[in-house]
């Protein structure tokens, strides 16, 4: 069972900002242990369970915003390469994919993370906009109403359909 950390003075409040902040950099838990001063590494992972678990959404949405960073220092990195290779007509043309490889897959991710590749939403409708119809029962009644009514109407194939009552010849 995951220990609640019930203490939250001033200075394990700090330690909470500082753990959040170091991981957010992408420290692993055992480096921020080591540099705050919990004991190992379940000490640090503990204490940003906890620091999350009380800031909830404010911490989530700020290490949205440490990430978008990273993604547009990648970014720039990325593009500053592609632009000096661009330039260069002796350039490996597979650096060059890769690169832009790269970029495609930084998007992908920044998409991901904003929430911006969401499902679309789409709407199907019937005749004329309305409703779709559904009910094969009452479609099988309309056909037999027509066919009784009419034994010479022509299917799309072309063949007369014959009355429900006619026998068919051999």
Known sequence: MAY??????PEVIEKYEEVVRLRALGLSFQAIAE???YAGRSGAKEAYTQAIKMWG???????????????????????????TLGRDPE???????SIVN????????????????????HEVTG????????DVGQMLRDKLALIEGNTEE????GGAIPSPNHALSP
């Open 35 to 37: 540099r705050v001063g």
């Open 91 to 97: 350039a490996d043309t597979g650096e060059l994919v």
């Open 154 to 157: 022509t299917t799309e194939i």
């Open 57 to 83: 959404t404010e911490a989530v949405d700020e290490l949205r915003v440490v990430e978008n960073e990273r993604l547009d220092h990648l970014h720039r990195v990325l593009m500053a390469k592609l632009e």
């Open 127 to 134: 005749a004329d906009g309305g409703p779709i119809q559904t």
């Open 4 to 9: 609640t950390q019930t203490n939250r003075t």
């Open 102 to 121: 790269s970029a495609i897959s930084l998007s992908r991710r920044r998409g991901l993370l904003n929430g911006l590749d969401s499902a679309k939403k």
